[in-house]
């Protein structure tokens, strides 16, 4: 199986920086993307910044400018740089990568557990 481990949650003011690290282990022959998913309460999941196997990123425009995502592709994990955090970035992130556990397999998606962000004063 695949699991997605990430780390680098917590307790940020206004204005403040975190940076989220996720890693991908188990039986995996190609990971596709790898990128991060936010919830707030009450709201559905939406996409924070995803990035290819090509290095290709896209942002969430909310995001742009202020979150950058790294990838170690010999390490199989995902960085999220998370700089000028406002209040409305708190969320739970999830890691999420999309992967091919052998070559007679065909793609699947797979999540991380969450982490809590929570930016406040």
């Known amino acids: 199986q695949v699991q997605l481990v990430e780390s680098g949650g917590g307790l940020v003011q206004p204005g403040g920086s975190l940076r989220l690290s996720c890693a991908a282990s188990?039986?995996?022959?190609?990971?596709?993307?790898m990128g991060w998913y936010r919830q707030a309460p009450g709201k559905q999941r939406e996409l924070v910044a995803s990035?290819?196997?090509?290095?290709?990123?896209n942002f969430a425009d909310n995001v742009k400018g202020r979150f950058t995502i790294s990838r170690d592709y010999a390490k199989n994990t995902v960085d999220l740089q998370m700089n000028s955090l406002k209040p409305e970035d708190t969320a739970v992130y999830y890691c999420?990568?999309?992967?091919?556990?052998?070559?007679?397999?065909?793609?699947?998606?797979?999540w991380g557990q969450g982490t809590q962000v929570t930016v406040s004063s």
């Open positions: 188990g039986r995996i022959y190609i990971i596709y993307t």
């Open positions: 990035i290819t196997s090509g290095g290709n990123t």
């Open positions: 999420n990568s999309v992967i091919r556990q052998s070559p007679s397999e065909i793609r699947s998606e797979y």
